[in-house]
C-alpha cells in the first residue's frame, strides 16, 4: 500500500512554520519614560451635592396645544389648580344665504373629549358643571401664555340654556342662547368669507368647569381635541326671490390652520415658593411650583470641590455628568403614577417667532436625551455633560444660568424623523422628590479628567 503526499497539509505546515519563526514580540512600554507625568490623564469619578430651589414657572407659554382643557383639580399639598380653554371658530362653509329675516331654531355646541386626566383613581367619573362664555378679547400672538387672560376678558353670563353637566363620557352636549345665534346670522356675506374680519367681531369662546368645591381634594382635566368642536345652527331660511322656505344647517368649527385656540390655568403653589426647600422639592406639572436651579450656585459648590482637591476647575474635562434627582417611593405605589415620565432643564428665552420670551429645554436634550425616571435606584437622571462643562469654564450663556426641572414631550416629524422637545404644558402632574434635609439629596455625579 503507497503512501500519498498531501500538498495541501504540507504547504499549511510550512507556512504556519514560518509565521511562527518570523513572529516579533512587540514591547510596547519603550518610550514611557519619555512622557512627563503631568501628560498622563486620568480618569477620576466624583459626586457634589447641589443647591435646589422650588420657584413657579412664570408665564408658560400655551397657545395651539394639543388639547384644550378645562378642569379643576384640589391637591393637599400644592392647592386648588383650574385650567380654562379659549379658543376661536370659523364657518365651516362660506356659501350659506341666509335669506330674508332668518330665524334660529337651535344653537349648540359638539365637542368630542379625548380622555380625562385625573391624578387620584376613581374620579374620571365625577360629575362637572360645564360653562361656556362669549370671549371678549381678541386670541392672537401676543396672547400666548397661560395667564395672558383672565375673568374679565370674557363674558359676565354663560351661553348655556340651562347647565351642562359632564361625568365624563367621550362627548359634551351644550345647548346655546339663541340670542348669540341671531348674532351669527347677522353676519355679512364679507365677514363670513374673511377669517380675520369674521374673528374681530366674533371673538370666540371659553369653557370652563366649575372649581372643586371646599373641603374635597381630587378633580379631573378634560382633554379636548380642537378638531373635535363644531357648532350647529338650524335656522327657518326663507327667501322669496329664489323661492325657499325651509330650515338649513350651518357649522362653525375650530380650524388647526386658520384658528388661534389655547388654554390659560392658575395654581394655588405659589405660597411654596423658597430658596432652601427641607425635606421635600415638589415637581408639578403645567405652569406650578418645580425644581430650580441656579448654576451660578452650582459652580460655586464645584469651585469648593476643587479646591479641597488642589484642582484648577478650568482644567477639569468632563466625560460625563449626570444629575440625580432622588426620591422616597411612596406607601401608595399608585403615586408613582403621577411623576412624569421624562424631564429636562429648561430656561426662558427670546422667541423670533412670537416676538416673546419663551421656554424651551436646553439644546443638549437633542444630543443625550431627555432624563428618566429610575424606579430601581428611586431618582430621575439627565445627562448633562456638555451644559456643565460650559458651567464649569464659566461660558454658559447668561439666561441659561437660572433653570427649571420641568416635564418633557416629545413629537416626531412622520416624514424625516427627527424628533422636536417641547416643554410639557398639558399633562398635570406631580413629582415629591428629596430636598436638601433628606439623606439621599440632589446631587451632579461627574467622571473626569485634569488637563495638564
Not at 344653537?107 to 367619573?125: P, Q
Amino acid at each position: 500500500m503507497s503512501n500519498r503526499i498531501h500538498f495541501r497539509s504540507v504547504a499549511a505546515l510550512l507556512v504556519s512554520s514560518a509565521i511562527t519563526i518570523s513572529c516579533i514580540n512587540i514591547d510596547k512600554t519603550v518610550g514611557e519614560d519619555l512622557i512627563p507625568t503631568d501628560h498622563n490623564l486620568t480618569v477620576s469619578s466624583a459626586s457634589v451635592e447641589i443647591p435646589v430651589q422650588m420657584k413657579m414657572i412664570d408665564s408658560l407659554q400655551s397657545i395651539f396645544p394639543d388639547y384644550l382643557i378645562a378642569g379643576a383639580y384640589e391637591d393637599p399639598e400644592l392647592g386648588l389648580t383650574t385650567c380654562n380653554t379659549a379658543f376661536q371658530v370659523v364657518p365651516y362653509t362660506t356659501e350659506n344665504d341666509f335669506g330674508d329675516n332668518p330665524q334660529p331654531v337651535y344653537l349648540r355646541m359638539e365637542i368630542g373629549v379625548d380622555k380625562a386626566l385625573c391624578l387620584i383613581k376613581g374620579e374620571e367619573s365625577i360629575p362637572q358643571n360645564i360653562y361656556l362664555y362669549v370671549l371678549n378679547k381678541e386670541i392672537d400672538s401676543t396672547t400666548i401664555y397661560n395667564n395672558s387672560f383672565s375673568r374679565n376678558d370674557y363674558g359676565v353670563t354663560p351661553l348655556n340654556i340651562g347647565t351642562a353637566v359632564y361625568t365624563g363620557g367621550d362627548s359634551i352636549n351644550i345647548e346655546m342662547n339663541l340670542n348669540y345665534a341671531k348674532e351669527l346670522l347677522s353676519a355679512t356675506k364679507e365677514e363670513r368669507d374673511s377669517v380675520s374680519m369674521f374673528v374681530k367681531r366674533f371673538k370666540g369662546f371659553v369653557i370652563t368647569t366649575d372649581p372643586v368645591p371646599d373641603g374635597i381634594k381630587g378633580g379631573r382635566f378634560n382633554m379636548i381635541d380642537p378638531a373635535s368642536v363644531y357648532i350647529k345652527m338650524k335656522y327657518h331660511h326663507v327667501s322669496a326671490a329664489d323661492d325657499i322656505d325651509k330650515d338649513s344647517i350651518l357649522l362653525y368649527n375650530i380650524s388647526t390652520s386658520k384658528c388661534f385656540y389655547t388654554n390659560f390655568f392658575t395654581h394655588g403653589s405659589k405660597s411654596l415658593e423658597t430658596s432652601a426647600p427641607g425635606e421635600k422639592i415638589l415637581l408639578e406639572g403645567m405652569g406650578g411650583v418645580k425644581p430650580y436651579i441656579n448654576f451660578k450656585d452650582v459652580r460655586t459648590k464645584f469651585l469648593a470641590w476643587a479646591q479641597t482637591k488642589n484642582i484648577d476647575l478650568n482644567k477639569v474635562l468632563i466625560a460625563k455628568a449626570e444629575l440625580i434627582l432622588p426620591y422616597e417611593f411612596p406607601n401608595d405605589y399608585t403615586v408613582m403614577e403621577q411623576f412624569p415620565a421624562s424631564v429636562y432643564l429648561a430656561y426662558k428665552y427670546y422667541a423670533d417667532d412670537y416676538k416673546s420670551k419663551m421656554y424651551y429645554p436646553i439644546k443638549d436634550v437633542y444630543a443625550v436625551g431627555a432624563g428618566t425616571l429610575n424606579r430601581s435606584l428611586f431618582h430621575y437622571s439627565m445627562d448633562i455633560s456638555t451644559f456643565l462643562q460650559h458651567v464649569l469654564n464659566n461660558t454658559l450663556e447668561e439666561e441659561k444660568w437660572n433653570t427649571w426641572i420641568t416635564p418633557i414631550t416629545q413629537v416626531s416629524n412622520s416624514y424625516t424623523g427627527n424628533v422636536t422637545y417641547y416643554i410639557d404644558n398639558q399633562i398635570y402632574s406631580k413629582a415629591t422628590l428629596n430636598g436638601a434635609s433628606s439623606t439621599r439629596r440632589p446631587k451632579i455625579n461627574i467622571t473626569y479628567s485634569v488637563l495638564p
